[in-house]
């Protein structure tokens, strides 16, 4: 079953440049570079170009969905050091 993501690229090739992930995701090229270079998104570097595999990305995105409140570990901060500490 098709998600929200699959929606977003459905009409594009498998392989996008820089500019047609700016677009899809509403940012700037120059953002989408960053991303590359640091390693946030999949990309492949032949010269000065980038390539980005459709599916590589879409993976990405989907494992870095937020994760609704409730349904994760819960984490709990101490104001306070635990008695006798």
């Known amino acids: ?3 929200a ?3 977003l690229f459905e009409q594009d090739p498998p392989t996008l440049s ?3 992930v700016a677009d899809r995701l509403g940012t700037t090229p120059k953002t989408v570079y960053g ?3 640091d390693g946030l998104i999949p990309g492949y ?3 000065t170009t ?3 595999l459709r599916e590589e990305l ?3 995105l989907r494992r870095s969905a937020n994760v609704p409140r409730g349904t994760g570990p819960e984490i709990v901060l101490r104001t306070e050091p635990p008695e006798g500490e």
Do not use: C, H, N, Q
């Open 5 to 7: 993501i699959d929606s």
């Open 35 to 37: 991303w590359l270079r």
């Open 18 to 20: 820089a500019a047609v």
């Open 58 to 60: 879409k993976e990405t």
């Open 50 to 52: 980038w390539f980005i």
């Open 45 to 47: 570097r032949v010269g």
């Open 1 to 3: 079953m098709p998600d």
